[in-house]
């Protein structure tokens, strides 16, 4: 499959971007804003934490690419930047319901 055949280049910075995947709280992030953009005080409420780390997680999202910014008036919206990457979830979604019996 080419799509697999990655340069040491690209897997240098697959890495990367996966381990901007790398937290809970990340993934969470990431699975909230696939349901639509929303601003950083809604993803700080709903996620229970503070304005700091949202924002130091929404950087390195950012950083990687998976999630863009708009801004109204004083307030930052996030949204995802790639609807394709999305489909990692279903992925990861089958992975842990086959090795690791993760649903209920």
Known sequence: MDMLKLTAEEREKGAE??????????LGIVQELAEGEKSVSELTRYFGCGQSMM????????SQGLIQWRKDGTS??????????LKLFSCLKKHLDLYFKCST
């Open 17 to 26: 971007v996966m381990k901007a995947l790398g937290h809970p709280l990340r």
């Open 55 to 62: 924002s130091q997680q929404l950087r390195l999202l950012e």
């Open 76 to 85: 930052k919206f996030c949204s995802i930047r790639n609807d394709d990457f």
